[in-house]
C-alpha cells in the first residue's frame, strides 16, 4: 500500500472465491509488515505456513563450491604469532614502503614448506588451496614471492636478533650449550657468483653449491645461520660464527658442540683462547682414538645407559670421554660387510671386463676403480692397480680394515669443560645429533635442496625460509611434548591436513563451515597450542 509518499509492504493470506459471476477477494489472515524483514526471514515465513498447512516444501538446493586446507595453516599461524613476527615484519613492511603483504606472503611461504614444498611458481598454484582468515591468497603473484626473498635476506639479522629474544621470553633458554652444524646444498645449473664446487654431503660433486652452518640451542631451536661459499672448508667456518655469537648475540660463555669435521686442532686453540669451552666428536681416523681405545678394559661399572658404555680418560689438559656401543657396532659391521661385499664383487667384474679385452684404456679402467670404490664408500679399504696392458689388479687393505672393525661401536668425545660428567657429555653428543637430524628435515622434509634461484639475495632468503619453517617444525614439537602428546611436527600437521574449510551454498545462503569428523588425536594438537575450540560454521 502507499500512503502519501511512503510505500508499506504486507504479507497477507489471501482467498480468493466467486460471487454472483465475479471473483473476489477476502483476508484469511495478515501477518503484518514486512518492512526491513530480510529475504532469508521471508523464506522461513514462507515455509512455516507450507507446514502448517500440510504442503511439503521443496527440498534445499545445496551445493559445495569450495574446499580449502585450513586446521594445518591456522596451527602453523598461532605459532607464527605467538613469536610476534607478524608484528616485525609489519614495521619493515612500513619502514621500506612495500607495496604488497610481506607478512602474509612470508608465512605462506614458510607453510609451503613444511606442509606442500615446491618452487615459488608452485606456491601460487597451491595458495587456491588453502585458507589464511582476512587474506585474499589468490592475489599473490610470483613476483611477490621473489621480492619477499630479497626483503627477508636484507632483514634476516634483524629478524633473528627479534627471533632470539622473544625466544629467550618464551622458554628459559640454556645457551651454556651451542651446538653447530655444517651441510651444503646444490644448485641445479651455475647457480649465483658464490656458488662453488667443494665437498658435497648430498654426493653431487658435480654440480656448484653452498655450504650452510647453523648453530642451536639445547633444545634445537635456531641461534643463527650463516651462507658460505660452496669451496669453503668445514674448519674456515668456525671464526665467522663464534663472532655472529658474541657480537650479535651477547653469548659470552658456552661449551661450543660440533663434529670433528670443524673443530681442527687450530679451532681447538682458537676456542681455548676465547671465552669458549669445546665438546667435539673425535674422528675414529685420529691415531688418538686409537690409543684412547687401547687403554680401556670395560667393566660393570662403565656402564652409563642402556647399551652405553663410557670411560673418563684426562689426558694433555683435556677429557676424553670413551664410549662403546654393541648394538651401533653390529650395525656398523652390517653396513661395512654390505659395503665391502658390493665392492669385491664390482671389483671383481671390472678385473673380467679388462681381461676380457672389453676395457682396454688405463684411464678409463682407474677411472671406473675409482667410481666403484666411491660409490661403496670403501676407497681407504682397497688398492687398486692397472699397468695399461689389459691388466688390472686390487687388494683389500687388510691393516686399515683390521682398524676400522677394531672400533666398531666406539666414538669418541673431547671437552676441555672439566665439570663436565660422563653423561652430560653423552647428552650433549645426542644434542649434536638432533642437529644433523635437524639439517637432515631441512633438506628432506623442507627440500632446502636443489637450488633453482640464481640471484644471492634470492639463494640467501630461500635459505632463511627454510630455517624458519625449520623453527616452526620445532616449535611445535617443543608444545606437544609441554601438553603431554609428544609426537613429530610432521604427523600433527598430517592429522590436521584433513579438517578443511568448506564453502557451501544453501539455496542462495552461503557459509563456511569448518570439517567436523576430525582424526584422532587433532583436537588435542590444536588445545596444545591453545587454539579455541573450531565452531561448525565460520561464517554465514
Not at 102 to 112: D, G, K, P, Q, Y
Not at 463 to 482: P, S, T
Amino acid at each position: 500500500t502507499r500512503y502519501r509518499d511512503q510505500v508499506y509492504e504486507h504479507l497477507q493470506l489471501v482467498e480468493s472465491y466467486r460471487e454472483g459471476g465475479r471473483t473476489r477477494q477476502r483476508v484469511l489472515h495478515s501477518f503484518g509488515n514486512l518492512a526491513g524483514a530480510s529475504e532469508r526471514e521471508r523464506r522461513r515465513l514462507v515455509l512455516s505456513l507450507k507446514r502448517a498447512l500440510g504442503l511439503e516444501p521443496a527440498p534445499p538446493s545445496v551445493a559445495v563450491l569450495d574446499s580449502r586446507r585450513y586446521a594445518d595453516l591456522l596451527a602453523l599461524r598461532k605459532l607464527w604469532e605467538d613469536l610476534q613476527l607478524p608484528a616485525l615484519l609489519q614495521r619493515l613492511t612500513r619502514e621500506r614502503g612495500v607495496e604488497f603483504d610481506l607478512e602474509r606472503i612470508a608465512f605462506l611461504m614458510v607453510a609451503h614448506r613444511l606442509l606442500d614444498p615446491g618452487s615459488k611458481l608452485a606456491l601460487v598454484r597451491w595458495l587456491p588451496q588453502v585458507y589464511l582468515d582476512g587474506f585474499d591468497v589468490e592475489s599473490v603473484q610470483v613476483q611477490h614471492c621473489y621480492r619477499a626473498l630479497d626483503l627477508l635476506h636484507e632483514q634476516r639479522f634483524a629478524i633473528e636478533e627479534a627471533l632470539f629474544l622473544r625466544l629467550s621470553d618464551l622458554f628459559e633458554r640454556d645457551l651454556s650449550l651451542v651446538f653447530y652444524d655444517l651441510t651444503s646444498t646444490y644448485f641445479e645449473g651455475d647457480g649465483p657468483p658464490n656458488a662453488a664446487y667443494g665437498y658435497s654431503r648430498d654426493r653431487r660433486g658435480d654440480q656448484k653449491q653452498l655450504v650452510i652452518a647453523l648453530a642451536v640451542d639445547g633444545r634445537g631451536l635456531p641461534i643463527t645461520h650463516l651462507v658460505f661459499p660452496g669451496n669453503r672448508v668445514d674448519h674456515q667456518t668456525l671464526e665467522a660464527a663464534l663472532g655472529h655469537l658474541q657480537e650479535r648475540f651477547r653469548i659470552e660463555r658456552a661449551i661450543f658442540v660440533a663434529d670433528g669435521g670443524v673443530m681442527t686442532e687450530a679451532n681447538v686453540d682458537r676456542l681455548i683462547a676465547s671465552p669458549y669451552q669445546h665438546l667435539i666428536a673425535l674422528p675414529k681416523r685420529r691415531a688418538l682414538a686409537r690409543k684412547l681405545a687401547a687403554q680401556v678394559e670395560w667393566t660393570l661399572d662403565d656402564v652409563v645407559g642402556e647399551n652405553v658404555m663410557a670411560r673418563r680418560i684426562e689426558r694433555d689438559g683435556l677429557t676424553y670421554l670413551v664410549c662403546y656401543n654393541p648394538e651401533r657396532a653390529e650395525q656398523e659391521t652390517q653396513i661395512r660387510q654390505r659395503r665391502l661385499d658390493q665392492a669385491r664383487e664390482a671389483l671383481a667384474n671390472l678385473q673380467r671386463q679388462v681381461a676380457a679385452g672389453t676395457l682396454r684404456e688405463h684411464d678409463a679402467i682407474i677411472a671406473a676403480a675409482a667410481s666403484i670404490l666411491a660409490t661403496s664408500r670403501t676407497r681407504k679399504y682397497f688398492h687398486t692397480h692397472s699397468a695399461g696392458d689389459g691388466h688390472f689388479e686390487w687388494r683389500p687393505h687388510a691393516d686399515v680394515l683390521a682398524q676400522a672393525t677394531a672400533l666398531e661401536g666406539y666414538y669418541f668425545l673431547q671437552t676441555d669443560a672439566p665439570d663436565l660428567s660422563p653423561a652430560a657429555i653423552l647428552g650433549a653428543y645426542k644434542t649434536l645429533q638432533q642437529v644433523e637430524h635437524a639439517f637432515r628435515e631441512l633438506k628432506d622434509t623442507i627440500e632446502l635442496r636443489p637450488l633453482y634461484h640464481y640471484a644471492d639475495p634470492r639463494v640467501r632468503g630461500h635459505v632463511f625460509v627454510c630455517l624458519l619453517a625449520y623453527l616452526l617444525e620445532r616449535l611445535l614439537e617443543l608444545r606437544l611434548d609441554a601438553a603431554g602428546c609428544p609426537q613429530t611436527a610432521r604427523v600433527a600437521l598430517e592429522k590436521l591436513e584433513p579438517i578443511h574449510l568448506v564453502r557451501t551454498q544453501v539455496d542462495d545462503q552461503a557459509f563456511d563451515c569448518i570439517t567436523q569428523r576430525r582424526p584422532p588425536g587433532a583436537d588435542a594438537i590444536l588445545r596444545a597450542l591453545n587454539l579455541a575450540p573450531l565452531p561448525t560454521v565460520l561464517t554465514a
